[in-house]
């Protein structure tokens, strides 16, 4: 059984001031070291420069706290929605909705293909250097506790009203 | 189904169920020969070692993997080659008992960061045309073979009764078994010995179990090929993958081989021991994006496969109908693309090898059959693919209904695809004629469309049907022609001009008539007539980028050596150009797709940990490439004669095609060979045809005299011992002498003179007729920017 409901990940821009602890939370929940960075789902970036027309397209896509590029100097956050649709991109199904409703990722039945990773429409599925096997944000509530100013909280939706399936029509 | 994200164990295909006492299946397995051995460990995509068996003296043992086996050959079929080369004579036939069939992987085979890294390259001495064939699949044997201990296996002798090899990767151990119980048609099989040989009662362990087999027609048929198979643990059957062309399965089947099985315990993303994983999967990511973005505007390759060309070579006259006859046709409509998409169970990831984003082999879930044994079943259907669906236009099986259960039926029964097609579609034009009767077919009324008459000539094939007519047919084409002509039951011409065989082998399922290059491609092609060395329709056709014989040549000198290279590697040749990145279009050479061979190369550096440039990969090809053209000298088919295609293949034999495109030729006869409209207006049909062919024959001769210059051959197409040499394979004496021995013997007969006839405007390739003399060897950089 899968869940009905799911906790996603919320983010307060206004609050937030880029100390970064959240990152360093959930990389020691993946990676047992508090490094952040590219060992962690959650992300924050500074909004500066010409920042917005480097990001791909897909990442845009996924950012909080600046939807259209406007947020000169603030932090902005990118993280998975839990939305699901690299569960049916992985050939191993390594990739299943928890009872939780969060999307994991099975790094034991993992082959290593890189599927989740092409396919995330916001490139929200991570690898660090150092590993094959991609991970993702598990909806565990580590960088909310870790979050010093309250800029990020666990939103409850229904699975059905954000799931994403991988595209499956002819043509576009 | 279409909702998505369902959990795997909640899927269901709605498949007839089996249940089998398969405890009673194992118990009847008895030993012949057990050897143990070492697992060992994969270096940069190497497992160092091959294994060889043979049934004829229950012998197994392991062969090293040299430095310069893999200096030569790569791998893949490139090993192949090596291990024929070593193991057979000049007269093996294809049921000798030295006949060898060799099943390689290849260094990258096994990866799973890119798309298409699992193909399986399998060879052996074709019953088609008594040459070496090369056939690659998907499904998991290569890599869990790899993932065993073997870079190749290697399978030589013949068993007194059914057996099966078993390469048991987990406790390493090779045995062979008799396996007297199981079926042997592939889908049942498959499953019986998914089940039998899992290391224990889970989907998991069903997943890291490969199952080679063919089928009940492969016995009786040259036609027969290889399923691999590869467990879906979505729809929980063993799904099928096939090495088609040339007979692959007749050769198993002969040697009483019922299946090849292989298990593993596991493996991971880093199995073939990369230098530079980084490097990998940096490409890799890049190109699953481009997949994610590109596909649903360019092929559609993850929704309906392959057969989304069907209606693209449908409105560019290409589609082959009624035996090539016409490219088009009204009721082609029906196996357009969108018929079978409405079939194919979607959402599910389709790759045949884990990791391919591409994942273009789809499946019909619960398809009810309605003939011949498994009637009334429900069965899961690979495919149907581009040749299946072009296939079936080919005999005029319009109904898609009715391409599922042909092509089901060729899986399972072992049987291939192509050359089923192609050759029935030539009996079917025979029968159309009067040549053939119902009498004269076993009482099949073989016309086209028939879609009963088809299933049942299939059906008889399988159960091995003494009709001469079916032995005859199972045969094909090339067989079919001199039963045809030694009956006299037609003019030898027509029988000769409308079957679609070169050296014996059918011809896959495009309409080469109108592009030169591709006649080419066809004619010229190693094995015989399949496309996977060189299509180049549309460069030449549709876009004319290919004008001269010199640009014709120099394609059919890149592009077959280039394609080569999948095999070599172990991979699939369809994420290269059925996908191309955004700014292809921009590049110096589109058609070669730059971006994507770069990919290859970064690929290939980050497993060895040394760079390898885009170059470097046609080099290790053009090596291998020449090795089997002089091993197709060797077994006495590698000559300009047996590079002849059929006319039909080159233009109208018949006048119903000549004026079905009367404009076309009609212009033709106008500026290419200068008639005045008026006297085109006063010749019959017959004389035009009879001006065409001739003009047409002599384009051909000068297509192949550019081509073999461009190739470093000698003009009657043999590779001369110095360009062997300066390829590496100085050491080959034996090789080098008996090409010698050919080249001089042609000498003898006045055969290395250029064989167009040039006109005082032509030029022929070159002026001097013993260019072949000097190394042979044309050093450039294909990706000159």
Redesign the interface.
Same mark, same amino acid.
């Not at chain 1, 399936?165 to 576009?172: A, D």
């Given at each position: 059984m /899968?869940g009905e409901k799911v906790k996603v990940l919320r983010y307060r821009a206004d609050k937030c001031v880029g100390c970064r602890k959240c990152e360093k939370a959930c990389s020691k929940v993946h990676f047992k070291v508090e490094k952040g960075g590219d060992r962690s789902a959650i992300r924050i970036m500074k909004a500066k420069g010409d920042w917005w027309e480097k990001l791909p397209e !897909?990442v845009r896509k996924g950012l909080q706290g600046a939807s259209d590029g406007e947020a000169e100097g603030k932090y902005v956050m990118h993280v998975c929605d839990q939305r &699901?649709l690299c *569960?049916? %991109?992985?050939?191993? !199904?390594a990739i /299943?909705?928890k009872p939780t409703g969060a999307v994991w990722l099975d790094r034991k =039945?993992?082959? @290593?293909?890189?599927?989740c *990773? @092409?396919?995330c429409?916001i490139d929200a599925m991570r690898?660090w250097?150092g590993e *094959?096997?991609p991970f993702k944000c598990i909806s565990c509530g580590s960088c909310v506790r870790a979050c010093p100013e309250e800029a990020l909280y666990m939103e409850e939706r229904d699975v059905e009203e954000i799931?994403e399936? %991988? #595209? #499956? =029509?002819? &043509?576009? | 189904m279409l909702k998505g994200q369902v959990p795997p164990e909640e899927y269901e295909t709605g498949n007839t169920r089996h249940t089998w006492d398969i405890e009673e299946l194992k118990k009847a397995h008895e030993v012949l020969a057990e050897v143990g051995y070492e697992k060992g460990e994969i270096v940069r995509g190497y497992a160092g070692k091959t294994l060889y068996v043979n049934l004829s003296t229950n012998e197994i043992k392991e062969k090293p993997v040299t430095e310069e086996m893999k200096e030569l050959f790569t791998g893949g079929k490139g090993f192949g080659l090596k291990l024929l080369w070593d193991g057979i004579n000049k007269d093996t036939k294809w049921d000798s008992d030295e006949n060898e069939l060799v099943m390689s992987a290849g260094p990258l085979n096994g990866m799973t960061q890119y798309s298409g890294l699992g193909k399986c390259l399998s060879v052996t001495i074709s019953p088609s045309t008594g040459l070496v064939c090369d056939s690659n699949a998907g499904g998991y044997f290569a890599p869990y073979m790899k993932f065993s201990g073997f870079d190749a296996l290697e399978v030589q002798g013949k068993a007194d009764e059914d057996v099966i090899i078993f390469i048991d990767g987990i406790e390493g151990k090779v045995s062979i078994e008799k396996a007297p119980l199981e079926e042997t048609n592939a889908h049942l099989l498959s499953e019986q010995l998914t089940y039998l040989y899992a290391a224990e009662d889970t989907e998991k362990a069903r997943q890291m179990v490969t199952v080679v087999s063919a089928g009940k027609g492969a016995e009786h048929s040259y036609w027969g090929c290889l399923n691999i198979s590869f467990y879906d643990l979505r729809r929980k059957v063993p799904r099928l993958k096939q090495h088609g062309r040339g007979g692959l399965g007749a050769v198993l089947r002969n040697k009483n081989i019922k299946a090849i099985v292989a298990r593993i315990e596991g493996f991971d993303g880093m199995a073939d021991d990369p230098a530079d994983i980084s490097r990998i999967a940096k490409v890799g990511e890049k190109y699953n994006r481009e997949m994610r973005d590109l596909d649903r505007f360019q092929n559609n390759m993850r929704q309906v496969g392959t057969g989304n060309i069907v209606e693209v070579m449908d409105a560019y006259d290409l589609l082959p109908t009624e035996n090539y006859r016409f490219g088009s046709f009204p009721k082609a409509s029906n196996l357009h693309s969108p018929n079978f998409f409405e079939y194919f169970t979607k959402i599910i990831p389709d790759g045949c090898w884990y990791g391919c984003t591409m994942a273009c082999a789809k499946a019909i879930d619960g398809f009810e059959i309605r003939t011949g044994p498994y009637k009334g079943h429900k069965v899961t259907v690979d495919g149907p693919e581009y040749e299946n669906a072009a296939g079936c236009a080919n005999m005029g099986l319009w109904m898609p209904e009715w391409v599922i259960e042909w092509n089901f039926y060729c899986d399972t029964y072992g049987l291939d695809t192509i050359s089923f097609a192609t050759g029935v579609a030539y009996y079917m034009e025979m029968y159309e004629y009067g040549i053939l009767n119902k009498e004269r077919c076993g009482g099949l009324e073989l016309c086209f469309g028939n879609f009963e008459a088809t299933m049942e000539l299939m059906h008889r094939i399988a159960v091995g049907d003494e009709d001469e007519f079916v032995r005859v047919a199972a045969k094909g084409i090339r067989r079919m022609k001199d039963w045809l002509i030694a009956n006299k039951w037609g003019e030898q011409l027509l029988i000769e001009d409308c079957g679609m065989e070169v050296k014996g082998l059918e011809y896959s399922e495009y309409v080469s008539k109108e592009s030169l290059a591709q006649q080419g491609g066809y004619g010229l092609a190693t094995k015989g007539p399949q496309h996977d060395e060189a299509w180049l329709i549309f460069m030449d056709m549709v876009n004319n980028q290919i004008p001269t014989f010199k640009d014709k040549a120099e394609a059919l000198h890149y592009f077959p050596i280039w394609r080569t290279w999948f095999g070599l590697a172990g991979l699939c040749k369809l994420p290269w150009n059925d996908i191309t990145p955004a700014d292809n279009a921009k590049t110096f050479s589109p058609a070669k797709i730059p971006e994507h061979v770069q990919n290859y190369a970064d690929l290939m550096s980050g497993l060895f940990g040394k760079e390898v440039t885009k170059n470097d990969l046609i080099d290790q090809s053009e090596k291998v490439y020449n090795f089997q053209r002089a091993m197709s000298v060797w077994m006495g088919k590698g000559r300009r004669e047996h590079d002849h295609p059929p006319f039909r293949s080159m233009g109208p034999v018949t006048k119903m095609e000549y004026v079905s495109r009367q404009d076309r030729y009609d212009q033709e006869l106008e500026e290419k060979l200068g008639h005045s409209e008026d006297d085109i207006e006063k010749m019959t049909v017959d004389q035009k045809l009879q001006l065409i062919y001739e003009y047409r024959r002599d384009q051909y001769e000068k297509l192949a005299d550019a081509v073999y210059y461009r190739r470093g051959w000698t003009q009657n197409g043999v590779p001369t011992p110095q360009k062997m040499a300066s390829l590496g394979f100085g050491g080959y004496t034996a090789m080098l002498e008996m090409l010698q021995a050919a080249i001089d013997a042609d000498d003898a007969d006045g055969k290395n003179v250029w064989y167009g006839d040039y006109g005082a405007d032509e030029e022929v390739p070159c002026d001097d007729l013993r260019y072949w003399e000097n190394d042979g060897l044309v050093q450039e950089d294909y990706f000159d920017e």
């Open positions: /899968t !897909a &699901g *569960i049916d %991109v992985c050939p191993v !199904a /299943t909705r =039945r993992c082959v @290593g293909c890189l599927s *990773i @092409g396919f429409p690898r250097e *094959i096997e799931k399936v %991988v #595209h #499956h =029509r002819m &043509g576009p | -």
